[in-house]
């Protein structure tokens, strides 16, 4: 800013006599970034899943939920001055509002829907990381014009949360069929967004509650940790909450879709039938676990399900897939479960699960509720379908987060809650599993495609020159920063390694890494601590090979 800039300024500040003047420079100055995107280091890996661990001792502590919410997103969120989203999209947010009839509101019930202290505690951690308010909007299909859910609109705790955030969340009269509508396109005052998928298996056409699907919105899925009669209710069985009624109804079998009139039925494959029955016994062949099972709400019922849900998938850009997990609810999505008095049951499993593939974090989902994702047809479909390049959980590199800062941990370090299903009983041809199950019989899973992820790729590309048969090397991330950074690594074969901290000066400040590491993908975690802002170098050294990174302290 020039001196005759900065006169102006002072002036206008004169004269606006509500602002102090130094106000006014810093706004002018200052001013906000125009995009939002995730931390970087989530948006360098989309392969990857996190977990992030809670410390709510009861689930009816809602100042502790709402505080987990908070944090969670102060460290996930961030404006940046880089392109990203512009600040101006619309912020869809798809917690599991699934219909309770009032039972969210009692204890018993809690365990049925994304906890709304939780979520709660997210939106004001988005708006405390400069994200608009006015701009974040809560939708559920079920809501709508759906006599199986005819009073949820004024029934949910989320309706005073949302009062309390400022976000929105019911715009239209309750109970209106908002199918009736014709846009195609979403306009001002339109409720509907239509994908159009011409190569769907199920759909044809889809319509989504706006402003989900829409090209100028950002999609946060925040689903529950819950079972289901799909295995577990996580963030793809949640995304079938943003259709509009009779779309969002997946779990209807092929005859019923074929039964709607034909201004609905319009919106789906004319052979529909024909494809499913089709891919149906391709699966069945292929001896997809449980498959076999026959009757209405077997195999084949399974099959159409899962093909609504890639379909729908297939045109959908999700930002960021949360699985809540401050308590995980044991038996049915609702209130059955082998609990005492036939009830769920909900218990403290602690954890929040994410990354961007919502797949793949359902695979880590399964696996932490004790189940073999391998033996979820869902899983199978989807990678078949292209949507997701793994079903093994092994294969998927999963970063416990603490602090802000990702580590790469064996997923065998977590614990595991066991809860239980009616997913697919085997209860015909002889067998008798008990109603209340887990799906944790082994499955051999083969050669994985997926062991070799972007990043090593990249960095392979990279350090071709230098000495490949050494190690790969990252930046490290965040960087800049304030507080802890990352340094991640590979080495293709074992060795000693050292990795060391120097200030500009060139004096040692830190020894990360010092001793002998196997092969594999490692991670090393520096916390500059009071150390002053400026330039700091790291170097790694392994069996001959050496290289030196610059990372930059903020405060």
């Known amino acids: 800013m020039d001196r005759r800039e900065f006169i102006k300024t002072i002036a206008a500040a004169g004269a606006a006599t509500l602002l102090d003047p130094i106000d006014v420079i810093v706004r002018r100055v200052m001013a906000a970034p125009p995009y939002f995107g995730l931390h970087q280091f989530i948006e360098a890996h989309p392969e990857a899943v996190f977990i992030k661990h809670t410390g709510v001792a009861v689930k009816t502590d809602s100042e502790a939920k709402k505080q987990e919410g908070l944090e969670f997103a102060t460290e996930i969120f961030t404006l ?30 809690m365990g049925i829907i994304t906890d709304s202290d939780f979520v709660e505690g997210v939106i004001e951690g988005m708006k405390e990381a400069g994200l608009p308010e006015d701009g974040i909007y809560m939708r559920e299909g079920n809501w709508l014009g759906d006599s199986y859910c ?3 609109c004024s029934i949910s705790p989320y309706i005073g949360m949302a009062e309390r955030t400022g976000a929105h969340l019911v715009d239209f009269p309750t109970g209106r069929k908002i199918t009736q509508l014709t846009l195609n396109t979403l306009e001002e005052g339109s409720e509907v967004v239509w994908k159009d998928y011409p190569e769907g298996v199920v759909f044809r056409r889809i319509g989504y509650v706006a402003p989900f699907n829409h090209p100028d919105s950002w999609l946060l899925n925040i689903a529950k940790f819950k079972c289901h009669g799909m295995g577990m209710t996580l963030c793809a069985k949640n995304l079938q909450g943003m259709c509009v009624h009779p779309h969002v109804h997946f779990c209807e079998g092929v005859a019923a879709t074929k039964s709607y009139p034909d201004h609905i039925f319009k919106d789906f494959q004319p052979d529909l039938q024909e494809h499913v029955d089709e891919l149906y016994a391709q699966h069945l062949n292929a001896e997809i676990p449980r498959w076999d099972k026959p009757g209405g709400n077997g195999g084949y019922w399974m099959e159409a399900w899962a093909q609504r849900t890639c379909d729908s998938l297939s045109v959908t850009n999700t930002g960021l897939n949360v699985i809540e997990g401050i308590y995980g609810r044991n038996g049915n999505a609702f209130l059955r479960g082998p609990g005492p008095g036939g009830k769920a049951e909900d218990f403290m499993t602690n954890v929040l699960i994410f990354g961007k593939n919502p797949f793949r974090v359902d695979i880590i989902g399964h696996w932490l509720g004790g189940h073999e994702p391998g033996n979820f047809g869902l899983f199978h479909i989807a990678k078949e379908r292209g949507l997701c390049s793994t079903i093994n959980p092994m294969a998927i590199p999963v970063y416990l987060w603490e602090d802000g800062v990702p580590k790469l941990t064996p997923l065998e370090d977590f614990e595991r809650t066991p809860l239980v299903t009616y997913y697919l009983q085997r209860d015909y041809d002889g067998q008798r599993e008990p109603y209340w199950h887990l799906v944790d019989e082994p499955f051999i899973y083969g050669p994985s495609t997926s062991v070799e992820f972007a990043y090593e790729r990249e960095s392979k590309t990279r350090i071709r020159e230098e000495k490949p048969e050494a190690c790969i090397l990252g930046q490290n991330f965040p960087n800049p920063f304030n507080g802890s950074t990352v340094i991640q690594y590979k080495l293709l074969n074992g060795g000693y390694v050292t990795l060391e901290v120097y200030n500009a000066r060139g004096q040692l400040v830190d020894i990360l890494v010092n001793g002998w590491q196997g092969k594999g993908t490692h991670m090393a975690s520096w916390n500059a601590g009071e150390r002053a802002s400026g330039v700091y170098f790291y170097r790694f050294s392994t069996d001959g090979f050496q290289k030196i990174g610059k990372m930059i302290v903020a405060r």
């Open 80 to 109: 940046r001055d880089t392109p990203g989203i512009p600040l101006s999209h619309m912020i869809a947010i798809k917690p599991n509002l699934t219909c309770t009839s009032g039972s969210a509101k009692t204890e018993d019930g």
């Open 150 to 152: 005819p009073n949820e």
